[in-house]
């Protein structure tokens, strides 16, 4: 093989791995184009995954504030409960009292 021989084998070569890169090139550019109608529907999308996460939170933040209303509104039950848990126990033993007095003062009489 002379010079001339592989000068024109080369070109050949690089003119064929031109041509096959221009085809893969053409072939990646085809098969992922993007539409516009697609461009338009992921911006929707976006958008409205937006609007969720922001009505999520919102719904978050609402549920705290009625868990801590809730908390609240237990404790002050609880603290209710108890007052009058004691008034009873202190009206019982007053009851009691009063009826061991009436029995001495019956007995004695």
Known sequence: MNRTEFVVVTAIILFVAFC???FAHWLVHRF???SQSDVDQ???MSQELHEAEETRDQAITYLQQREAELTNQ???TEAE???AMDGLREARQEAEEMRAWM???QQHS
């Open 20 to 22: 096959l890169g221009w």
């Open 32 to 34: 992922s184009r993007v």
């Open 42 to 44: 992921l911006e929707r």
């Open 74 to 76: 237990l404790a002050q």
């Open 81 to 83: 409960r108890a007052a």
């Open 103 to 105: 029995e001495r003062n």
